[in-house]
């Protein structure tokens, strides 16, 4: 009799086995083959899209769409009387200082003024005072070179180099030197002029998002901005997953899976694992969080991000990452300290002003760094002014 019952118990748990698996099977196949695909072939960060089909696309309609944008900033700037941006008052909590150059190719994008009409109307949304004093710093050698730049002087304070720091800073060096040159020169040029509590820093092709100085305020109310060097308020889309060499991603993906897979196990009453044995719950648990984990470097970490945008709470702080440079928020006078550094190093192709700010913060005493996500600027630079550019650029 007791040979019975075990026989029967075995083949009970064989089957439930090979059911399990093919339902995981299928599961699998449905999710990753049709459902994923057919949601994802069109969303530009996921590996589901289907660069040959969109790419170019795309692409020619963001070019498209930016072009337009510059023309009506254009427009807008050339028929608007002048704003109160141009007496900025010193110690404010925040300075925005917007580096500018002069652009040979995508000129007629017109980037500054874009970025200028979205700052303007961001800046204005705190309510009476404004959120933040504005400063254009043109690295150009006069008005002239910079026609953009040009057209702001009478809405926003513009500075520029004295001819004697002209004068001085003729000497022939390579584009990334000399970029490194002209943000070390606006960080120290904005930090005397107006003496600001705190200093974002945006470069000429980063355009703020609505909440920008909304998320950038309750950032500087927490506790970790008085002992970081700078936050890092934009990282590019495609270095956004989480197969990437960033540690801390890893940790917040394992956790996407258990806590998705646990909700999941929980919450269906068929797969409750307290019903099976010990040994299939765990194979359920081990199952689910890798789907899930897939799922999600699948679809595209950058649409996950998005979800944090409800509220600035939700925005995530991490140990900075090493590329690019389009907007920094410098708490407290801590500008003058990354200017120093920079100063004393040397940029060539390979080691731009990013990666030495990277190394900065990891060499120097109790130097920590912090990056947030979502990002709360666009970079509409497809025109680069520091490296060589395609007729038409691609967003990958
Ligand atoms: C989105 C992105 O990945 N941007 C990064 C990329 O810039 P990009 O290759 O996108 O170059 P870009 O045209 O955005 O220029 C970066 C900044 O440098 C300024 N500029 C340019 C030329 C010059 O002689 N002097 C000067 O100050 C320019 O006004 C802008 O504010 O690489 C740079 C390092 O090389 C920075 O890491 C940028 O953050």
Request: contains cysteine; positive net charge; proline residues 6%.
């Amino acid at each position: 009799m007791s040979q019975w019952k075990a026989f029967f118990s075995h083949g009970l748990g064989q089957l439930r086995w090979s059911n399990t698996v093919v339902q995981a099977l299928a599961l699998t196949v449905v999710t990753f083959c049709v459902v994923l695909p057919l949601c994802c072939h069109r969303l530009l960060y996921s590996y589901f899209f289907i660069r040959s089909m969109y790419l170019d696309s795309m692409s020619e309609q963001v070019l498209q769409d930016s072009y337009l944008r510059g023309q009506d900033a254009l427009r807008f700037w050339q028929s608007l009387a002048p704003l109160g941006f141009r007496n900025v008052s010193r110690r404010p909590d925040l300075l925005v200082t917007v580096v500018t150059a002069r652009r040979s190719d995508g000129r007629d994008f017109h980037y500054l003024l874009q970025v200028m009409r979205q700052l303007s109307a961001a800046a204005g949304s705190c309510g009476p005072r404004r959120c933040a004093e504005v400063l254009v710093c043109d690295v150009e050698n006069g008005p002239l070179d910079n026609q953009d730049a040009r057209l702001l002087e009478p809405h926003f304070r513009v500075v520029r180099r004295s001819q004697q720091e002209q004068r001085l800073n003729k000497e022939r060096v390579n584009t990334f030197e000399k970029e490194k040159r002209d943000y070390v020169f606006c960080l120290r040029r904005a930090w005397a002029l107006v003496k600001p509590r705190n200093m974002v820093v945006l470069e000429d092709d980063a355009l703020p998002r609505p909440d920008f100085f909304l998320v950038v305020k309750h950032l500087l109310s927490r506790r970790f901005a008085l002992q970081t060097l700078y936050i890092k308020l934009y990282h590019p889309e495609r270095l956004q997953r989480y197969w990437n060499p960033e540690p801390y991603r890893l940790l917040e993906w394992l956790g996407l899976g258990v806590v998705g897979a646990t909700a999941l196990l929980l919450s269906f009453p068929y797969w409750n694992p307290c019903s099976f044995s010990f040994s299939l719950s765990a194979c359920h648990l081990v199952f689910f969080t890798l789907y899930f984990m897939a799922a999600a470097e699948l679809l595209g970490r950058h649409y996950l991000l998005e979800a944090r945008r409800l509220s600035p709470q939700l925005y995530a702080v991490n140990p900075a990452t090493e590329c690019c440079t389009p907007a920094m928020l410098f708490p407290g006078n801590t500008s003058l300290r990354v200017a120093q550094y920079l100063d004393a190093s040397f940029c060539v192709k390979g080691n731009a002003k990013d990666m030495v700010m990277y190394q900065m913060a990891r060499a120097l005493p109790g130097g920590r760094s912090h990056s947030v996500e979502p990002n709360l600027i666009s970079h509409i630079g497809a025109y680069s002014s520091v490296r060589p550019n395609p007729a038409r650029p691609k967003l990958l």
